[in-house]
């Protein structure tokens, strides 16, 4: 088995900081994924990488930036934290042609002061 | 566009009943359907996923799901819900084999009486 784990799980900043999660997985996964979750909305792609430096935009890419360091890790930063995307951030990895079987983080939450 | 619709934001059943989740989507072919479950301060875990075939498929922990392309739908069943099944269960789809664009659902979340 393997694990996800991302960094730091409450991640507290003031309006207009940049702030940056990060995400290790050692499954050997070649993509990896950040989705963002709010209340109510279900989740939304941000980035994915399919392997190490690619970097691929979801339908909610515009504010962050992403990087794909090494194989087992993915980053996401929040440019400019602003109040109304406090939310919950997930990180995902799957192995190529394995049908779309992602394997999540537990989550990272955002709050911005 | 494609899109995937939980129209029950929360649903209440009996420990013992029975269960259903619906899950509509909207895409033109045949998709790549699957139901996740996201228990209590952790990440999502695969329930079952649907490719091709028969329509019935098995998850884990009893839990089926049934695709019919007339109705496009991919409804969430089981037979007889514990207390364990709380949780908050998405629906979600995805055009493509091998990449993980999923587009899920807005969630529905699951609450069991004693």
């Known amino acids: 088995g393997g694990i996800i784990t991302q960094t730091p799980k409450f991640l507290i900043g003031q309006e207009g900081q940049k702030l940056t999660l990060k995400c290790q997985q050692n499954?050997?996964?070649?993509?990896m994924y950040w989705y963002r979750q709010d209340s109510g909305k279900g989740l939304r792609l941000i980035y994915y990488s399919i392997t190490e430096n690619d970097l691929q935009k979801g339908d909610l890419s515009e504010g962050y930036d992403a990087s794909r360091e090494k194989k087992s890790s993915f980053s996401l930063t929040v440019t400019s934290a602003q109040k109304n995307e406090m939310a919950v951030f997930l990180c995902?990895?799957?192995?190529?042609?394995?049908?779309?079987?992602?394997?999540f983080g537990e989550g990272s939450r955002l709050i911005v002061v | 566009a494609q899109s995937v619709t939980q129209p029950d934001a929360r649903v209440t059943v009996s420990e013992g009943a029975s269960l259903q989740l619906r899950c509509k989507y909207s895409?033109?072919?045949?998709?790549?359907l699957f139901w996740y479950v996201q228990y209590p301060r952790q990440g999502l875990q695969l329930l079952l996923k649907?490719?091709?075939?028969?329509?019935v498929v098995q998850g884990v922990n009893s839990f089926e799901a049934e695709f019919s392309k007339s109705n496009s739908s991919f409804h969430l069943q089981k037979a007889s819900v514990h207390w364990s099944d709380s949780a908050v269960y998405f629906c979600?789809?995805?055009?493509?084999?091998?990449?993980?664009?999923?587009?899920f659902g807005q969630g529905t979340k699951l609450s069991i009486k004693p």
């Open positions: 995902a990895s799957s192995m190529f042609n394995s049908g779309n079987t992602l394997y």
């Open positions: 649907y490719y091709s075939g028969d329509p």
């Open positions: 499954f050997n996964h070649d993509t």
């Open positions: 895409y033109s072919a045949t998709p790549y």
């Open positions: 979600a789809l995805s055009m493509f084999y091998n990449q993980g664009k999923l587009i």
